[in-house]
């Protein structure tokens, strides 16, 4: 029996109306969240990811300021962009979109962000608040991938957790973060070096890849009723199609949704989350501000 599917689109959906709910609330408070975008050079994807960002902001009612720099921008000229959004008051949340181009750090740059309106959750300051339990946000993948697994039903407690990867964007705080009390997860980080990996995988509850390898997850590595959860999204030729390629996972879909008990699909799953997340804690930056 295929694998139930776990639709990141369906899920979104459900918490952008709860969003919108809430914003009307704290409008009615004199309250109206904020959310800065700076986008610098043309990056195809970024352009997208930018564009679905706003165009979330202007469903649930969130104020969407935006600022385009050219490729060229310098480093200091990027920080005083920031640091007139780190002064200005109306403005909650400030997302600086990766990648950069290259002569730009983009450690100094994540740094740079207040990190009360660090609503990618960045800054180290707010990854530390993480790991002793003392949460102001949660990085916004990590975040969706937990909504994922909760708002389809299944437990995290007592259960065996494999993550595939180990970046900073994903893997390390979604192992932080499925290890806490409230979600009572055996966590086990694997990555390229990990010896006895196939056997690991197979034996767990829930298995979360972020490799960014391509199909890297094959039905062999998983047990019979495990769950699933993609995060990869990968650019594959695909000749003989209209676009020349295709998107796929880390997860070799069609063959580990026959033993999977739910699975999440590519695209369509994790990516519409990491924006409802991101949506998520500009309201709560609002929020904080009324304390």
Do not use: W
């Amino acid at each position: 029996m295929s694998a139930k599917i776990i639709s990141g689109n369906e899920i979104s959906q459900q918490l952008k109306d709860e969003m919108k709910e809430e914003v009307v609330k704290l409008k009615a408070q004199g309250l109206q969240p904020c959310l800065a975008v700076i986008l610098v050079g043309e990056d195809p994807a970024s352009r997208v990811y930018v564009s679905n960002k706003k165009k979330s902001c202007e469903y649930i009612g969130i104020t969407s300021l935006e600022s385009r720099l050219p490729a060229e921008t310098t480093t200091e000229e990027l920080l005083q962009v920031i640091d007139g959004y780190n002064k200005d008051k109306s403005v909650h949340g400030i997302l600086c979109q990766l990648p950069l181009p290259k002569h730009i750090p983009e450690t100094k740059i994540l740094r740079s962000i207040y990190p009360e309106k660090d609503v990618d959750c960045f800054h180290p300051f707010n990854v530390g608040l993480i790991s002793i339990g003392e949460v102001r946000f949660l990085p916004c993948t990590p975040a969706g991938v937990i909504e994922l697994i909760k708002r389809g039903g299944f437990e995290t407690s007592g259960k065996d957790v494999v993550i595939l990867g180990r970046s900073n964007i994903v893997g390390r705080p979604l192992s932080n973060m499925l290890d806490q009390r409230d979600m009572n997860a055996t966590v086990t980080v694997c990555h390229t070096k990990t010896k006895n990996l196939k056997e690991r995988c197979a034996s767990a509850d829930i298995i979360i890849a972020a490799m960014g390898f391509p199909e890297f997850l094959k039905a062999d590595m998983v047990k019979e009723g495990a769950v699933v959860i993609d995060v990869g999204i990968n650019r594959v030729e695909a000749p003989g199609t209209e676009k020349g390629f295709k998107l796929v996972g880390d997860v070799a879909f069609d063959e580990v949704k026959e033993k999977a008990a739910a699975i999440t699909p590519v695209p369509g799953g994790v990516g519409p989350m990491t924006i409802a997340m991101l949506m998520k804690n500009t309201i709560t930056a609002a929020k904080e501000t009324m304390k």
